[in-house]
């Protein structure tokens, strides 16, 4: 297949080795500086796939990313915050990275070369056509995320993807692309830098903006966060106050005693 794979092109930085390190910096910056504008021209596909996953939440489904190396750890960071940030179950978004958790660690040989681990991985986790699965790849060409979606589409699950590469199978695969066009690379070919960014600006939208489509931020607070540390107890002790007449000992009590702001909160104004 003939297409531009924009982020193995050269860098129109050269002898980067000569650079000091404020020349480094300055340099980097700059190219980091023009990632979200590249995000804002997709903001149209992102809305769309968007819109698909809550339609599919509030059926039941659920949201799962797919990836290999750096964008399958982006996957799974992005996975991992949703339970915490918005009290969400734990399966609701998922994050499988080829290789298996021991990848997210240390690169595992050949996983993103596999045609039919994703496949099997998915399946793991009892995948149907309630749930959409977003693969991630920056080249998207990576052979473990294009199978896994070509297998979704003919099992009719909902797939998405997030890569940067106009025209790249996996875009062509996806029944929602979002083709995030950023450029060469400040260093030739690492898309962990630029293309690493515009993934996780992109999934941080997706996650977010499914969460307050379904119900789990009130104004602008995160009112199911889990209270799994003295910061955060804290936090939602001054959300309380902020939303009904009482004091940081009173907000205090109530939080303990219910659990979570918004049931405080309700609890309170019965």
């Excluded at 309380?240 to 939080?255: R, T």
């Amino acid at each position: 297949m003939n297409f531009t794979k924009t982020t193995e092109q050269s860098s129109k930085y050269e002898h980067l080795e000569k650079m000091s390190v404020s020349e480094l910096l300055t340099n980097i910056n700059n190219e980091d500086k023009t990632v979200p504008l590249a995000v804002e021209k997709t903001l149209p596909q992102i809305e769309s796939l968007v819109s698909k996953v809550v339609e599919k939440m509030k059926l039941g489904g659920r949201l799962f990313y797919i990836g290999a190396g750096t964008s399958g750890r982006l996957g799974i960071v992005d996975a991992s915050e949703c339970p915490p940030t918005f009290g969400v179950p734990f399966d609701l978004v998922n994050g499988i990275i080829a290789g298996g958790d021991k990848a997210i660690r240390k690169a595992v040989e050949n996983a993103e070369d596999n045609t039919t681990q994703a496949w099997i991985d998915l399946q793991e986790q009892n995948i149907s056509e309630n749930d959409v699965v977003i693969g991630i790849a920056a080249s998207g060409t990576t052979p473990y995320v294009i199978e896994g979606l070509k297998k979704c589409n003919e099992n009719n699950i909902i797939t998405g993807c997030v890569t940067c590469n106009e025209g790249s199978p996996l875009a062509l695969t996806a029944n929602f692309p979002i083709v995030v066009v950023v450029g060469p690379e400040f260093v030739t070919g690492s898309s962990r830098m630029k293309a690493g960014t515009a993934q996780k600006l992109v999934l941080n939208m997706i996650s977010t903006a499914t969460m307050i489509q379904l119900g789990k931020v009130k104004g602008n607070k995160m009112v199911d966060m889990q209270l799994s540390n003295d910061k955060l107890v804290d936090r939602g002790v001054k959300m309380i106050m902020s939303e009904i007449p009482v004091d940081y000992e009173k907000a205090s009590q109530l939080l303990k005693e219910f659990g979570s702001v918004r049931k405080a909160v309700e609890e309170f104004k019965q």
